[in-house]
T-cell receptor
């Protein structure tokens, strides 16, 4: 099955810890994106990448880091510098010229 | 931030009625897309309209785009209870490394 997979579905983080969210796609798409969604809110762009070994900051990159070592994978690390990390995180991928985006099912991160 | 606005934030209608949602954006785009999200899930692509198009149809969906006003609307005709979801517009920017920015969303409730 072609698609995009996020894991884990639920993640709990203690104060001061870094955590990494996984995003894998087998659609052979070049572009990948990370968004944060807070309750009742829209999606805010954290980071995006159009090509392996290159990525750009979105509107709310502070406290987050990413890597793009493989075309299929775009992991997001939520660092201890992110003061309010509790949110729903969504990964997406698009084909050429920013056409239809395919989304993963999301990871719900909670700070305990 | 390039994040646009959507209105209304919430819309409640009866089955069979039409639902109209509006989206405004701030800078010139390459295309505009509409997505649907059921609670706690990833987003699903509905329709894409390019910057040189003015209207597009897909089943019960009709999208218009007015680049002079930097606005778009999504019309869902003959709504059904199953249309209950949040709807988001997204604007694509090729010249900014393939950025894809989402609006705040409209929460649609269709009552049987």
């Amino acid at each position: 099955d072609g698609g995009i997979t996020q894991s884990p579905k639920y993640l709990f983080r203690k104060e001061g810890q870094n955590v990494t969210l996984s995003c894998e796609q087998n659609l052979n798409h070049d572009a990948m994106y990370w968004y944060r969604q807070d309750p009742g809110q829209g999606l805010r762009l954290i980071y995006y990448s159009q090509i392996v070994n290159d990525f750009q900051k979105g509107d709310i990159a502070e406290g987050y880091s990413v890597s793009r070592e493989k075309k299929e994978s775009f992991p997001l690390t939520v660092t201890s510098a992110q003061k309010n990390p509790t949110a729903f995180y969504l990964c997406a991928t698009t084909g050429g010229r920013v056409t239809e985006a395919f989304f993963g099912q999301g990871t719900r991160l909670t700070v305990v | 931030s390039q994040q646009g606005e959507e209105d209304p934030q919430a819309l409640s209608i009866q089955e069979g009625e039409n639902a109209t949602m509006n989206c405004s954006y701030k800078t010139s785009i390459n295309n505009l897309q509409w997505y649907r999200q059921n609670s706690g899930r990833g987003l699903v692509h509905l329709i894409l309209i390019r910057s040189n198009e003015r209207e597009k149809h897909s089943g019960r969906l009709r999208v218009t785009l007015d680049t002079s006003k930097k606005s778009s609307s999504l019309l869902i005709t003959a709504s059904r209870a199953a249309d209950t979801a949040s709807y988001f517009c997204a604007t694509a920017y090729y010249n900014q490394g393939g950025k894809l920015i989402f609006g705040q969303g409209t929460e649609l409730s269709v009552k049987p």
